[in-house]
Protein backbone atom coordinates (compact mmCIF):
# COMPACT_ATOMS: atom_id res chain seq x y z
CA UNK A 1 0.00 0.00 0.00
CA UNK A 2 0.93 3.79 -0.82
CA UNK A 3 -0.03 6.33 1.51
CA UNK A 4 1.05 9.27 0.12
CA UNK A 5 2.03 12.45 3.38
CA UNK A 6 1.37 16.24 2.25
CA UNK A 7 2.75 18.96 4.82
CA UNK A 8 3.89 22.35 4.90
CA UNK A 9 0.16 23.75 4.52
CA UNK A 10 -0.49 26.61 7.18
CA UNK A 11 -2.02 30.44 6.87
CA UNK A 12 0.14 32.94 4.82
CA UNK A 13 -0.08 36.65 3.41
CA UNK A 14 -0.42 37.56 -0.06
CA UNK A 15 2.72 37.92 -1.57
CA UNK A 16 4.68 35.13 -0.04
CA UNK A 17 6.04 32.38 -0.72
CA UNK A 18 4.92 28.38 0.53
CA UNK A 19 6.64 25.09 0.16
CA UNK A 20 4.98 21.84 0.50
CA UNK A 21 6.72 18.35 0.66
CA UNK A 22 5.08 14.90 -0.40
CA UNK A 23 6.62 11.64 0.84
CA UNK A 24 5.32 8.22 1.14
CA UNK A 25 4.18 7.24 4.89
CA UNK A 26 6.21 4.54 6.18
CA UNK A 27 7.62 3.58 2.56
CA UNK A 28 9.87 4.92 0.06
CA UNK A 29 9.32 6.01 -3.99
CA UNK A 30 10.13 4.14 -6.18
CA UNK A 31 11.60 4.38 -10.32
CA UNK A 32 8.78 4.52 -12.52
CA UNK A 33 6.54 6.54 -9.94
CA UNK A 34 4.97 10.20 -10.85
CA UNK A 35 3.78 12.55 -8.48
CA UNK A 36 1.15 14.71 -9.49
CA UNK A 37 -0.16 18.03 -6.95
CA UNK A 38 -3.57 19.03 -7.17
CA UNK A 39 -5.54 21.55 -5.27
CA UNK A 40 -8.64 22.43 -4.39
CA UNK A 41 -10.36 25.85 -3.64
CA UNK A 42 -13.68 26.31 -1.32
CA UNK A 43 -16.48 25.62 -3.56
CA UNK A 44 -14.86 24.37 -6.86
CA UNK A 45 -13.31 20.90 -8.33
CA UNK A 46 -9.69 19.62 -7.70
CA UNK A 47 -7.45 21.07 -10.13
CA UNK A 48 -3.91 20.04 -11.24
CA UNK A 49 -0.97 21.98 -10.67
CA UNK A 50 1.50 19.61 -12.63
CA UNK A 51 3.38 16.41 -12.35
CA UNK A 52 6.99 15.11 -11.74
CA UNK A 53 8.41 11.66 -12.27
CA UNK A 54 10.34 9.81 -10.33
CA UNK A 55 13.58 8.48 -11.74
CA UNK A 56 13.79 11.14 -14.23
CA UNK A 57 12.75 14.18 -12.87
CA UNK A 58 10.75 15.13 -15.45
CA UNK A 59 8.58 18.07 -14.94
CA UNK A 60 4.66 19.00 -16.55
CA UNK A 61 2.78 21.85 -15.39
CA UNK A 62 -0.60 22.91 -16.47
CA UNK A 63 -0.91 26.00 -18.22
CA UNK A 64 -3.08 27.81 -15.86
CA UNK A 65 -0.07 26.94 -12.93
CA UNK A 66 3.17 28.29 -14.56
CA UNK A 67 5.06 30.72 -13.39
CA UNK A 68 4.67 30.62 -9.97
CA UNK A 69 4.73 27.03 -8.94
CA UNK A 70 7.66 25.22 -8.72
CA UNK A 71 7.51 21.15 -8.59
CA UNK A 72 10.54 19.15 -8.14
CA UNK A 73 12.00 16.27 -5.96
CA UNK A 74 14.82 15.56 -3.55
CA UNK A 75 16.24 12.09 -4.46
CA UNK A 76 17.76 11.72 -0.99
CA UNK A 77 15.54 13.13 0.93
CA UNK A 78 12.79 10.90 -1.00
CA UNK A 79 10.42 14.06 -1.01
CA UNK A 80 8.64 15.77 -3.94
CA UNK A 81 8.45 19.33 -3.00
CA UNK A 82 5.54 22.26 -4.46
CA UNK A 83 6.80 25.42 -4.11
CA UNK A 84 4.41 28.30 -4.73
CA UNK A 85 5.77 32.00 -4.95
CA UNK A 86 3.49 35.56 -4.79
CA UNK A 87 0.45 34.04 -3.21
CA UNK A 88 -2.86 35.35 -3.54
CA UNK A 89 -6.10 34.83 -1.86
CA UNK A 90 -7.08 32.91 -4.95
CA UNK A 91 -4.35 30.24 -3.93
CA UNK A 92 -6.23 28.90 -0.77
CA UNK A 93 -7.41 25.57 -0.76
CA UNK A 94 -6.58 21.82 0.07
CA UNK A 95 -3.52 20.81 -1.62
CA UNK A 96 -2.90 17.37 -2.66
CA UNK A 97 -0.33 15.13 -3.69
CA UNK A 98 -0.69 11.20 -5.69
CA UNK A 99 1.50 8.71 -6.05
CA UNK A 100 0.65 6.78 -9.66
CA UNK A 101 2.75 3.65 -9.43
CA UNK A 102 1.99 0.47 -12.01
CA UNK A 103 -1.48 2.37 -13.11
CA UNK A 104 -2.92 2.79 -9.45
CA UNK A 105 -3.43 6.07 -8.20
CA UNK A 106 -2.97 7.12 -4.31
CA UNK A 107 -3.97 10.03 -3.06
CA UNK A 108 -2.89 11.60 0.10
CA UNK A 109 -5.19 13.30 2.95
CA UNK A 110 -4.25 17.01 1.60
CA UNK A 111 -2.91 20.28 3.22
CA UNK A 112 -4.62 23.00 4.22
CA UNK A 113 -3.24 26.42 2.54
CA UNK A 114 -4.91 29.62 3.59
CA UNK A 115 -3.94 32.46 1.95
CA UNK A 116 -4.83 36.08 3.77
CA UNK A 117 -5.09 39.17 2.30
Known amino acids: QVQPAESGGGVVQAGDSLTLSCSVS?????????VAWYRQAPGKEREVIGT????????HYADSMRGRFTIYRNYHENRAWLHMNGLKPEDTGIYYC?????????WGQGTRVTVSS
Open 98 to 106: DVRRDYIVY
Open 26 to 34: GGTFVGDDM
Open 52 to 59: ITWDAGSR
